[in-house]
Every structure is written in C-alpha cells, then in structure tokens.
C-alpha cells in the first residue's frame, strides 16, 4: 500500500471512531439527563437483580415465566382499570369469547339498579335470534 493510501485510510478510520465514540457518549449522556424519565436501563437492572435475589433465597423454587406475568401484571395494574395483560392461555380463551365461539345467550349485561339489564345482544346468538334489545331487563329465569 502506498503511503499517501495508507494515511487517507488511517484518516477515514480515525474519523469513523472518533463519530462512533461521539455518538456513544451523547446517547448515553441523553438517556441519563431525560427529565422525568430516569434511565430505564438502569431501573431494569435493579429489576433483573430483585428477580435473581428472589430465586436464589426464596424458599420453593419459583417460576421465572410466572414471576415476570405477574411483575407485568402489577405494572399495568397501576396505569387504569381498562388497561391489563394476557398470557397465551388466556389470550386463547379472550379470542375464543369475543369471536362468539361459546355458549349461552349471547348477551352483554350490567347491573342497572336493581335489575340486570342487557347492554346489548350479540348478533348470531339466540338471544340476538329471539329479538332481544339493548335495555331489555331479565326479571325472571326459567
């Protein structure tokens, strides 16, 4: 290699590690000084810690699939009632009920008062078949 080609590759190289390192320090620098956020690697560390604590010096011999469900399931417990987490089983058994794979009347209901009242009835089920509307109040079960 000549030299002239071999002082123009040394350049390109020295730049290229010089941007990388730049580019390193400003993205650490920015994930630790985010206000309000804190560094979420960081807090997920203390996370994995906590969990490899807890394996090691809890008393029965734990699952790491059913401690994580439950950790997420505690997370989204404290965002909104609404908000919630399935795991595979019970994602399988949600699909199954809001595709109308079931049994039963096919009626959405709620408490109004003191009657149970139809919310709404879910089209192809034999309540939607028998004409039964939204409002309809159930007074009496056969």
Do not use: C
Not at 75 to 93: I, N, V
Request: cysteine-free; hydrophobic content about 40%; overall charge negative.
């Amino acid at each position: 290699m000549k030299p002239r080609q071999r002082k123009a590759l040394i350049t390109i190289a020295g730049v290229w590690i010089l941007t990388a390192t730049l580019l390193l320090i400003a993205t650490n620098a920015f994930a630790q000084d985010r206000p309000g956020q804190g560094n979420v690697y960081n807090q997920l560390q203390v996370f994995v810690e906590v969990l490899q604590k807890l394996k090691q010096n809890y008393v029965t011999d734990l699952s790491d699939e059913e401690l994580i469900e439950e950790a997420i399931k505690g997370m989204l417990r404290s965002t909104d009632p609404h908000t919630t987490y399935f795991t595979r089983d019970e994602f399988q058994d949600f699909t199954t009920s809001t595709k109308g794979s079931f049994g039963g009347l096919g009626i959405q209901i709620d408490k109004i008062g003191d009657y149970i009242t139809v919310v709404s009835p879910i089209e192809g089920t034999p309540a939607y078949r028998m004409g039964i509307t939204a409002g309809d109040r159930i007074i009496k079960v056969d």
